[in-house]
């Protein structure tokens, strides 16, 4: 008897990720491309939409089709997520622009700074808005050809389908433009802006079906064609669902490119096709940008692969005084690792880069428990994944940290959020039913040392005392 199959694909920010996931949950296969971000310039950081995306998705698509145990025309849905703000959008000709900036490219910082100031939005670099006014100022002949801003899972929905939409999350992302209560964009500000409205697709849930793929795809990919195709959403709301965490008694830590630490209020089930982030559903309680960057960076500086920086820094003997690491101080944003934008404190002269790179991580651990210990109830359980998990370290530390065992899932992810999202949209499977099916990944538990947590206690306060010296300090 044929199983049923579902796609998921995430677009995440130095990879491309697909999964195939069965109705049952017993059969699950990942394929992944790595690519890398591009910076021209200081403060600039880019994809290259097509080749990143859409020429990646063929060639992994190609290789999935080899491990499929069923027929490819038993997938009844795929699924699509994304990181997400990125400035992506198509031409008056349906092709996309040849590059997609990132949520951590800063070039729109004058803009952001007038949208503040002029028209009191409540708007940064991250958001898109900015680059948007950016392009029509700095590149008027490039913006003049803009037809559509989508996202990046939005330009994939295009690609397989050629429906042009937006999710309602994303939507909400492009910088207070947008009113989820009555689904509509703000004309007033996009008047005053000299924005076209046409510019932005009518908003959709994540879960709503899009459109089948086409005929033409269908020949190029081997995927079946009118296969339906969901809106999707960002990659944070995907991995809350393909990590289990879906309810109030849980909380989410996720270790990529950036940390976040995601504290739910509601269940997600209540939220799918609205907005997800918010008071009353889920909440962002912190987020590190310069995570997964900085570990890259650390180790292309010493030149030293990571599985070895993580022996050495563990090896060490804690010291009652350990330096202290700002790697994003002067921005509090992606800056750059070891360069004008980090601090380091207490750094003695017989330490070295295992020393450097135990202090990164506590940073970034003490970010994350402070978070965590700012909630009035704690959750129950703490979920943890993303690519930065595969330190056992890392995780150690974090435990420590927060004094509770935290729940790590290595096969957890967005494109398995993905597939479940697409399971909901064809309306096959219930939460219940994705507990069910999360149950059957393999999972451990990582415990707090009771003999470290004296260390971790006096490191927490050194960390919390010294935040309060440096809000005072200017950085000029």
């Not at 040849?98 to 490219?105: G, K, Q, V, Y």
């Not at 795809?217 to 990659?235: F, K, N, R, Y």
């Amino acid at each position: 008897m044929a199983e049923d199959y579902y796609l998921g694909i995430d677009i995440g920010s130095s990879s491309l990720k697909v999964a195939l996931l069965s109705k049952e949950g017993d059969f699950f296969a990942r394929k992944s491309k790595k690519y890398q971000i591009k910076s021209k310039a200081p403060g600039r950081a880019v994809h290259e939409p097509k080749k990143f995306w859409w020429d990646n998705l063929q060639d992994l698509l190609s290789d999935l089709w080899q491990e499929i145990p069923g027929d490819k025309e038993d997938i009844k849905a795929i699924g699509l997520t994304g990181l997400v703000p990125v400035f992506t959008a198509l031409n008056n000709q349906g092709e996309v622009l040849p590059e997609a900036i990132l949520h951590i490219d800063n070039r729109a910082s004058e803009e952001a700074e007038y949208l503040q100031r002029e028209l009191g939005l409540n708007v940064s670099t991250e958001n898109i808005l900015p680059t948007i006014c950016w392009l029509a100022q700095q590149k008027p002949s490039l913006f003049q050809e803009i037809d559509t801003v989508l996202s990046p899972h939005g330009y994939l929905v295009y690609r397989l389908t050629g429906e042009k939409t937006l999710d309602k999350d994303s939507a909400l992302m492009i910088g207070e433009i947008y009113n989820p209560k009555d689904n509509s964009w703000a004309e007033p500000v996009l008047e005053k802006l000299g924005l076209a409205k046409s510019l932005f697709p009518l908003p959709q849930g994540a879960a709503k079906i899009a459109g089948g793929v086409t005929k033409k795809v269908a020949e190029e990919t081997g995927l079946p064609a009118g296969v339906p195709v969901i809106t999707g959403t960002g990659d944070s709301f995907a991995t809350l669902l393909g990590s289990g965490t879906y309810n109030p008694e849980q909380a989410l830590i996720y270790l990529g490119t950036s940390a976040t630490y995601i504290k739910l209020d509601s269940s997600v089930d209540n939220y799918i096709n609205k907005p997800h982030f918010k008071a009353g559903r889920a909440r962002f309680l912190t987020k590190v940008l310069s995570c997964g960057e900085s570990l890259e960076k650390l180790s292309r500086t010493f030149n030293r692969g990571l599985e070895e920086l993580n022996k050495a820094a563990a090896n060490l003997v804690l010291s009652e005084s350990p330096p202290l690491f700002y790697p994003d101080f002067r921005s509090r944003q992606a800056s750059g690792l070891l360069g004008t934008g980090a601090l380091l404190l207490n750094w003695q002269i017989n330490q070295g880069y295992p020393h450097l790179y135990r202090a990164l991580l506590e940073s970034i651990a003490f970010r994350l428990a402070r978070a965590h210990f700012s909630q009035d109830k704690l959750p129950q359980e703490i979920n943890i994944c993303g690519g930065c998990t595969q330190s056992e370290l890392f995780l150690k530390i974090i435990a420590n940290f927060c004094q509770q065992k935290v729940r790590h899932i290595p096969e957890a992810g967005a494109d398995l959020g993905a597939c479940l999202i697409a399971s909901r949209a064809v309306g096959d499977l219930a939460i219940a039913d994705w507990k069910n099916i999360l149950d059957r990944f393999a999972s451990n538990n990582v415990i707090p040392e009771l003999e470290q947590k004296k260390y971790y206690n006096q490191l927490y306060e050194k960390y919390q005392h010294q935040e309060k010296l440096l809000t005072k300090v200017k950085y000029n």
